[in-house]
Structure formats: C-alpha cells, structure tokens
C-alpha cells in the first residue's frame, strides 16, 4: 500500500470516527470542522496521524476544536465535558489533552480563530466589534460616526443637499 493510500484510509477512518461522535453529541458545525481539521492534517508533509492509534486522534480533534470554541463550557450550546470525548473514543484524558496541544500548536488555533471557530463563536465574538488603525484599538461604531459626521461635514462644503446626494447615486 502507498503511503497515499494509507493517509487516505486513515483520514478516511478519522472522519468516520469523529462524525460519530458529532452525531451523538454535538452538530454539523463541529462535524464540518472535524473533517476541515482532518484534511488539513492529512496534507501536511509529515502526515501526524499516521503514527499513534486514530482513536488518540480522533479524540483530540474534537478536544482541540472544543478548547477553542468553549465546548467545556456548560453555558455553551452544545456543550461535552473532556470526559465525555474521552469515554467515547476510550482514551485516557491526559494523553488527548496532550495530543490536542499538538494539534492546536500545529495550525496555530486560537479562542475566535477565523478558520477553525463555530458560526455561533464567530458571531459572538467580542472583536467583532473593534478595529485596529494605526496601532489603536477602537470600536467600529466610534469610527462610522466620525466617517458620518465627515460625509455631512463634505456635504455642507459642497453645497449638496441630502436629496441631492440621494439623486446622484440612484
């Protein structure tokens, strides 16, 4: 068998074995992560999961995606606690910790991380509502004000009218 082969037999495996658990304990954001975390894995030069027992891996991708997207927390939803993952895949929970680290240090995934976050944690995320100009730290509705207080300002300059500027941009 070509080393090709193998990969694709054990993501293959992997994505099985996590779309369980998905099914039974979480939703079908998780599960498109699980399988977007699992392929990414599988293109990496020095392909992680072909060495170590899937279930470890199995069970520390859905550890490391819950980490980052509060899955521990019992005020989120839907919300496992590390045992439930570690019971289900029957692995040892200091071990799948570790192995999640692993995988979160690889991809460098973060709280809020852009490509690895559920809808629900994008949404909710707190910096949304900021952006960053020229080093500073400032909400978006402070910069919209001054962007509008600026287009009045323009306006009056101009000698253009609200309806005017309506005309114009039909």
Same mark, same amino acid.
């Given at each position: 068998?070509?080393?090709?082969?193998?990969?694709?037999?054990?993501?293959?495996?992997?994505?099985?074995?996590? $779309?369980? @658990?998905?099914? !039974?304990?979480?939703?079908?954001?998780? &599960?498109?992560?699980?399988?977007?975390?699992?392929? =990414? #894995?599988?293109?990496?030069?020095?392909?992680?999961?072909?060495?170590?027992?899937?279930?470890?891996?199995?069970?520390?991708?859905?550890?490391?995606?819950?980490?980052?997207?509060?899955?521990?927390?019992?005020?989120?939803?839907?919300?496992?606690?590390?045992?439930?993952?570690? $019971?289900? @895949?029957?692995? !040892?929970?200091?071990?799948?910790?570790? &192995?999640?680290?692993?995988?979160?240090?690889?991809? =460098? #995934?973060?709280?809020?991380?852009?490509?690895?976050?559920?809808?629900?944690?994008?949404?909710?995320?707190?910096?949304?509502?900021?952006?960053?100009?020229?080093?500073?730290?400032?909400?978006?509705?402070?910069?919209?004000?001054?962007?509008?207080?600026?287009?009045?300002?323009?306006?009056?300059?101009?000698?253009?009218?609200?309806?005017?500027?309506?005309?114009?941009?039909?």
């Amino acid at each position: 068998m070509s080393n090709r082969e193998l990969v694709k037999q054990k993501k293959d495996a992997l994505i099985e074995m996590t $779309d369980g @658990f998905a099914d !039974r304990y979480l939703d079908e954001d998780y &599960k498109i992560l699980c399988r977007k975390l699992i392929d =990414k #894995m599988s293109r990496k030069r020095q392909v992680p999961f072909l060495s170590g027992k899937l279930d470890i891996w199995a069970a520390a991708v859905v550890y490391a995606l819950g980490q980052i997207n509060f899955l521990f927390d019992k005020s989120s939803e839907p919300n496992v606690s590390a045992n439930d993952i570690c $019971d289900y @895949f029957g692995t !040892r929970q200091s071990t799948t910790s570790q &192995k999640a680290k692993t995988i979160r240090d690889m991809f =460098k #995934m973060r709280y809020f991380d852009e490509e690895f976050s559920t809808e629900r944690v994008q949404k909710n995320n707190p910096f949304n509502e900021f952006v960053m100009i020229n080093g500073l730290i400032v909400p978006v509705s402070t910069v919209m004000d001054i962007l509008e207080k600026k287009e009045a300002q323009l306006r009056k300059e101009l000698g253009l009218e609200d309806e005017d500027f309506e005309n114009e941009e039909k």
